[in-house]
């Protein structure tokens, strides 16, 4: 009686131990670069930074001529005068660093706008994630897109399709 309790016992955490944890791999990148709606608030988010980088190189160039005129005038002028003109490309120059560290710095408004317009794609993309991980059983769903590498992956596993269709998007 003892060895059979034994026996099943130890059949029964080799039966535990052999179930193998289900996993899937997919690729977001793959996955957002056909949705519309990814596309078009990527389309919007690049005009809006090509915007802002059209108003710095305005500025710039502004700026670059009024250093070039300094520079050609600074021997005729006063020390005054000079210092005056020194102080107004300094700050020209200080202000031009500032608005570009506003638009495009960390979490400056192109990284505001990139939340707003792409995050909810984003979640809506691992919303369906989850739902096909839960639908067919997954334990762990990798994605092989950006910062995790995935040295192999058995091209069964592959499920952005699947995900995309969750989303009803053709590909």
């Known amino acids: 009686m003892k060895k059979f309790i ?4 130890c059949s029964l955490m080799a039966a535990a131990s052999l179930q193998a944890q289900r996993y899937a791999v997919i690729d977001t990148k793959y996955i957002l670069d056909k949705m519309p709606e990814y596309k078009a608030a990527q389309q919007n988010l690049d005009g809006i930074a090509a915007g802002w980088q059209k108003e710095i190189d305005r500025l710039q160039a502004d700026l670059d001529k009024m250093y070039k005129d300094f ?8 020390e005054d005068l000079r210092k005056k003109r020194e102080d107004q490309i300094f700050n020209k120059e200080k202000a031009l660093r500032e608005l570009q560290r506003q638009r495009f710095g960390f979490e400056g408004d192109l990284f505001k706008k990139r939340q707003e317009l792409i995050k909810p794609v984003q979640d809506k993309v ?7 991980a839960v639908q067919r059983g997954y334990d762990f769903i990798l994605d092989k897109s950006e910062g995790i590498t995935v040295i192999f992956a058995d091209p069964k596993l592959e499920k ?3 995900v995309l269709r969750e989303l009803g998007v053709r590909n």
């Open 6 to 9: 034994v026996l099943a016992f």
């Open 71 to 78: 520079e050609a005038e600074q021997v005729m002028l006063s």
């Open 160 to 162: 952005s399709d699947e």
């Open 126 to 132: 691992y919303s369906a994630v989850q739902k096909v």
